[in-house]
Nanobody
């Protein structure tokens, strides 16, 4: 079992920055690839970014590429999502997720079997 707790979400103005954190506990965190997803009101949950167990491989949705950076600190059992140049369309609940695989780095939600409760990010125009 893996427990995931996101934090760092808040209200921010367009053009601003935020860093989200996801603290993991339970089974060995460093064996899992991890991902960030988001869900805006009235929309389906969508992939944002993913990172392999070692941190050497990352993958981003086109909508955030160049603005968001995913990273991890296995010693702290934590992953991060640095979000820069935020836009109103980034407003959503952001979820972190742990993959079944140590190396899967991709958008398929079915490949992630543990999810956090989410943290709200609101970007005002």
């Amino acid at each position: 079992q893996v427990q995931l707790v996101e934090s760092g979400g808040r209200l921010v103005q367009a053009g601003g920055s935020l860093r989200l954190s996801c603290a993991a506990s339970g089974r060995t965190f460093s064996n899992s690839a991890m991902g960030w997803f988001r869900q805006a009101p009235g929309k389906e949950r969508e992939f944002v970014a993913a990172i392999s167990w070692s941190g050497s491989i990352t993958y981003y949705a086109d909508s955030v590429k160049g603005r968001f950076t995913i990273s991890r600190d296995n010693a702290k059992n934590t992953i991060y999502l640095q979000m820069n140049s935020l836009k109103p369309e980034d407003t959503a609940v952001y979820y972190c997720a742990a993959a079944r695989s140590s190396v899967y780095v991709g958008p398929a939600m079915s490949r992630y079997n543990y999810w956090g409760q989410g943290t709200q990010v609101t970007v005002s125009s």
